[in-house]
């Protein structure tokens, strides 16, 4: 049943995962009058033949039902970035209430070297548990972040927190790429039989970050958990063809940015 679920989210071994839960994160911040509607970042999930989108579950509540076609991945953690404390992110949603909505897998941040980091520990190492025992697959948000993480994006840190996530039984590892190839592959072996996927981070030029989803994929990842880069595109729809024609088509970087013409 697991392996089933996890192949659900696959194409071709690969995997690009819409990411839409800025709203707690950052606010809405990151919105526009377009893309502050949920409604529009499921259609371009949709149209776009995402292999998931990743809500929190009180969006998914109100806005993804069982016509929606694309499988949903619920994140079962979350915070603001309000109080500048040592960051915690704590469970907000339980794994019966996220199978209820319709999931198809789970998420949840740890942040490695956090002085809380074994509150979260506690947390995902149940979460994994009970997700598993529904036939679910776990994908970790690993991000080292705390005031003893003196270089969060460093590969020695990344694949720290890659490890940390396998060592708990992350199916996926969704981690930052520096933009170092070579350090990333270290990164990607750190991570295990876990997948990795690449987070997009803010908005960049297309041919920028088709390069560097080309390279997280040289590198061993197995894709993407992006948001911003495709629902902040004037154009989601063709950010999406690019990318998928790089990720399940293993096309060159000049003929992705063809989806533009
Ligand atoms: P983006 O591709 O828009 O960066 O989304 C990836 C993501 O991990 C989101 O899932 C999350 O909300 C956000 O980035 C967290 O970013 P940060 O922790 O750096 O604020």
């Known amino acids: ?6 192949q659900k989210i696959l194409t071709n071994n690969r995997s690009i995962i ?7 994160e950052h606010g809405p911040v990151d919105f526009n009058l377009k893309n502050v509607d949920p409604n529009y970042v499921l259609d371009i999930a949709e149209k776009g033949k995402f292999s998931a989108i990743a809500l929190h579950h ?10 929606n076609k694309v499988p949903l991945l619920i994140k079962l953690n979350g ?5 500048k404390i040592e960051p915690i992110s704590t469970q907000i949603c339980s794994i019966k209430r996220a199978v209820s909505l319709g999931a198809d897998a789970v998420g949840y941040t740890i942040y490695s070297g956090s002085t809380f980091e074994r509150n979260m520990f506690k947390e995902f190492s149940s979460i994994v548990e009970e997700a598993h025992d529904y036939g ?3 994908i970790a948000w690993a991000y080292p972040r705390g ?19 396998l060592e708990f039984g992350a199916d996926f590892i969704k981690l930052f790429y520096n933009g170092d190839e070579e350090g990333f592959k270290w990164v ?4 295990g039989k876990a997948r990795v996927l690449a987070a997009g981070g803010s908005k960049a030029r297309e041919p920028e970050f088709l390069k560097r ?36 088509e293993n096309r060159s970087v000049d003929d992705a940015l063809k989806s533009f013409n």
């Open 1 to 6: 049943m697991l392996n089933r679920q996890i």
């Open 18 to 24: 819409l990411a839409y839960d800025h709203g707690m």
């Open 58 to 67: 009180g969006i998914a509540e109100k806005y993804y039902s069982n016509i």
């Open 79 to 83: 915070k603001t970035n309000i109080p």
């Open 136 to 138: 679910i697959p776990v």
């Open 147 to 165: 005031k003893y993480v003196k270089e969060a994006h460093s590969n020695k840190m990344t694949a720290y927190a890659a490890r940390v996530a």
């Open 188 to 191: 990607v072996k750190s991570a």
């Open 213 to 248: 989803t080309k390279e997280i994929l040289r590198a061993g990842g197995c894709g993407l958990a992006v948001g911003r880069n495709v629902w902040q595109h004037e154009n989601p729809l063709k950010m999406a063809k690019a990318i998928r024609s790089i990720v399940f």
